[in-house]
């Protein structure tokens, strides 16, 4: 496993590694020139039937192109990838972004259907979603909620997942181990967890989702100063009306409040013994990550395959692919090489 350092303004010594394709990173480092404004619409969004859900997606470049799948977290949307799809749409792939379930245009098929948001039903989502665009295998890259999707299919479906991009690595948890005490300072990195617990929290985030995920924003990403059109550019998909209850769902469930669906018990036993990952792997973290994560060393010896761990330095938050998009499109672009 190799761990390399880039600095979000001079990317040391990467011409020398083979590491960059020279066009794309420019002398700014790790933030490259907006591809879009603030205020930009990201689409046109598209829908598809897959699964329980009616998914909401961009879809750019050619559709006979390698697959790449790219996934966002909360509390973000399909525009943390606006300035990573289209350079490598031009490159020639096939680059789907959708919103998970929750999200944005995504929505059930059915009022019946369990507004559940444990995490190996994010997966089913998105292995429905590849069905139901007949794509076999794709490269697959997310942060947050993203990666750790990313990570259960690559864990899991690994013939599904050509190589694999995971902003904070391995994120395969289970109800069991969360029910572990941390540290005092680790658990108020999850203030918000135990908010989420109560009937209270669900009544304020409902209330305050925009204020609410702002603060998120905010402290997740301290050093990214984002304007008021980029976050309510993302803001419109907590819109969603499952959106409440999904995110409630899900943090629910990881402290075992939730029961989940029976009929994925079995995946998640599987995730619960904590699987490795065999396909060509790129972590990558911030140096300003302000979100809970683990230590890259913690990790890496979950990734039994071509593995390699990027750290960026320069003030890089939670939201890697939207605050550093030129590094997190490269690592897409060498891990689909490995």
Known sequence: MRTIDFNRRHMFGAAALGLFTLPLLTARGARAQSVLPAGSAFGPVRQVTAGVLSIGYVEMGPATGPAIILLHGWPYDIHAFAEVAPVLAARGYHVLVPYLRGYGTTRFLSADTPRNGQQAVVAVDILAFMDALKIDRAVI???????????????????????????????????????????????????????????????????????????????????????????????????????????????????????????????????ADAPKIAVPTITMEGDANGAAHPDPSAYAGKFTGPYQHRNLTGGIGHNLPQEAPAAFTQAILDADRI
């Not at 969360?178 to 617990?197: D, S």
């Open 141 to 271: 890259g997310g942060f947050d909620w993203g990666a750790r999707t990313a990570d259960i299919i690559a864990a899991l479906w690994p013939q599904r997942c050509k190589a694999l991009v995971s902003v904070s690595g391995y994120l395969i948890g289970s109800q069991a181990a969360n029910a572990a005490p941390l540290p005092p300072k680790a658990e108020l990195q999850w203030w918000y967890q135990f908010y989420f617990a109560t009937e209270r929290g669900r009544a304020g985030y409902a209330a305050n989702t925009r204020a609410f995920n702002r603060l998120i924003w905010q402290t997740a990403s301290p050093q990214w100063h984002f304007d008021d059109a980029t976050f309510e550019r993302s803001a419109q998909a907590f819109d969603n009306p499952d959106h409440v209850a999904i995110v409630i769902d899900n943090y629910r469930w990881r402290l075992g409040l939730a029961r989940g669906e029976a009929q994925y018990d079995a995946l998640e036993q599987k995730l």
